[in-house]
């Protein structure tokens, strides 16, 4: 019967099924991309000019323009552009990018990174009076040069000149093979650093150029001591590198873009001082000041400290979660919603690289940079992954939609993909969020028209075969039903079931 209903069907029936089958498909498609395509321009027109943070200083560089291109008629919209920071716990080139390398055969550092840091040395470093000495004219020039070489080559030929202070901080970042070589060049650093500060200091006043000479003196002697004491905290001593870290600090207190307190974060979670961390974080976890993965994932960990090791995820169904517990679940929620790619690397669900050089405020290079350093701090604390692992995924459950609306800080920055992948290397693969994936049913949808047309075009084509395929289809469908049936008539009486099958 089936065969026969089939043969009856005249050509046109099939090719009706399948354009009305495609053109349902079509109309569903464009009508969920129109409405997608019209919650973003309202998004970014609505929030196109936020910006998450917004800084003075001469770390933050701009990254390329990054644009959203919308498949309609109007013109492009532009996106505000992303903000790169220098990362404040960036690895020496030649003890350890080097080794990397050397070990690896992978280049841990994109183009787009070292060119970022070209310009940082060249506005630390570098002033207009530079050519009025040799040393430091030269360089000036090595500071622009792409070859490593040719730049360890110009730092030698300054130092034949003259005790040159910059010469020696690029011979201990990308000639040094070690920490201890590193350390020994900065020393020497700091020597001829120390006179040059003195000096300036004594005529900032005497003009702007003097002023302008002093600020470089500053920068190179401030960067020269936080790389001693990253030296220190590398080499195991720890409580030196933290008064290091210190007396900078209250030295210099203006320069707050150096983000040195990050490095004592870390030092002093190093030393399980935690009274020390709390008494960091509440000066500079404050709402005026621009946040990072390193004050809000510490923060969670201080308030999931005081709980985790007595944490437990059955119990707390069960009796309700405490007022220690609530704000340790707040907190780590808080840092969830700030950068969201940071718990994979903590629970070891995605593979840590070595940091870039430069990182981006809530992006994937920031969860790496954070997550190098801290991982054994969360794992030493008992417990804080434990509590992390149970509660960090409720945060997108808070914030639906997170490129819209945020809960304690702006939407997420739409633009931090494209920062990303220029930051960190190829061969590893960038964390996005939120994920970018179409809704079920536009490809349920889209999956069961295909297959409609696909069974249409198949039974025009072979009618009798399709007729066997579909007859032996059904018989295997009923198959149990069938099997089913016969087994109650077996246990049944035949004359009960005379009766049921008259009802």
């Known amino acids: 019967s089936v065969s026969m209903f089939l043969n009856t069907l005249t050509p046109k029936f099939y090719v009706a099924l399948t354009g009305t089958s495609s053109l349902i498909s079509g109309l569903i498609l464009v009508s969920s991309g129109y409405i997608h395509i019209t919650l973003q321009i309202d998004f970014v027109i609505r ?22 291109l919308l498949a309609t008629a109007t013109k492009p919209t532009t996106v505000k552009e992303c903000k790169v920071w220098r990362n404040p716990l960036n690895l020496f080139r030649g003890a ?51 070859n490593p070489q040719a730049r360890i080559s110009a ?40 006179g040059c500060y003195r000096r300036s200091q004594q005529l900032q006043h ?47 207190p203006l320069l707050s873009m150096f983000n040195i307190h990050e490095n004592l974060l870390e030092a002093l979670l190093e030393l399980q001082a935690y009274a020390d ?60 919603e700030f950068n969201p790619h940071v718990p994979k ?35 030493r604390v008992e417990g804080a992954l434990n509590l992390l692992h149970c509660t960090w995924e409720g945060t997108f459950r808070m914030i639906p939609y997170p490129l819209e609306k945020g809960h304690l800080f702006y939407p997420y920055p739409i633009c931090t993909e494209t920062a990303d992948r220029e930051l960190l290397p190829s061969f590893h693969e960038v964390s996005v969020y939120p994920k970018k994936e179409l809704p079920f049913f536009i490809l349920f949808t889209a999956g069961l028209c295909s297959f409609t047309a696909m069974l249409a075009l198949l039974t025009h084509q072979f009618p009798e075969l399709m007729g066997v395929f579909a007859k032996a289809f059904l018989s295997t469908l009923f198959a149990p039903l069938n099997f089913v049936m016969e087994k109650v008539e077996s246990i049944l009486p035949s004359s009960l079931w005379h009766q049921l099958t008259r009802i």
């Not at 530079?130 to 020039?141: F, T, W, Y």
């Open 47 to 68: 929030n196109g000019t936020l910006d998450f943070v917004e800084m003075n200083g001469s770390q933050v560089r701009n990254t390329k323009q990054s644009t959203v």
């Open 96 to 146: 350890e990018y080097n080794r990397y390398t050397w070990v690896t055969g992978r280049e841990p550092l994109t183009y787009y990174d070292m060119n970022l840091s070209a310009q940082d040395h060249q506005t630390f470093f570098t002033c207009d009076t530079d050519h009025l000495r040799p040393a430091d004219a030269i360089m000036q020039k090595a500071w622009r040069e792409r």
């Open 155 to 194: 730092a030698h030929e300054a130092l034949e000149l003259n005790e040159c202070a910059t010469a020696y901080i690029l011979l201990a970042e990308e000639e040094a093979t070690t920490i201890v070589e590193a350390e020994k060049l900065f020393k020497q650093a700091l020597k001829a650093g120390e």
């Open 206 to 252: 005497h003009g702007a150029q003097y002023e302008a000479q002093h600020r470089r003196d500053t920068n190179v002697l401030v960067y020269i001591k936080r790389r001693l004491a990253m030296c220190a905290r590398k080499l195991g001593r720890t409580r030196e590198a933290v008064k290091m870290m210190r007396d900078l600090m209250k030295e210099f």
């Open 277 to 336: 961390v709390q008494a960091v974080l509440a000066k500079y976890d404050d709402i005026s000041l621009p946040k990072s993965a390193t004050i809000c994932y510490t923060a969670a960990l201080l308030k999931a400290r005081a709980v985790s090791d007595k944490f437990s995820p059955e119990a707390a169904s069960r009796r309700g979660l405490s007022t220690a517990e609530m704000n340790a679940v707040e907190a780590i929620h808080r840092a969830v």
């Open 345 to 379: 690397y903590l629970l070891e669900m995605k593979s840590l690289i070595l940091p870039p050089e430069h990182i981006l405020k809530r992006g994937d290079s920031e969860a790496i940079a954070y997550a190098f350093f801290h991982l054994q701090h969360w794992k």
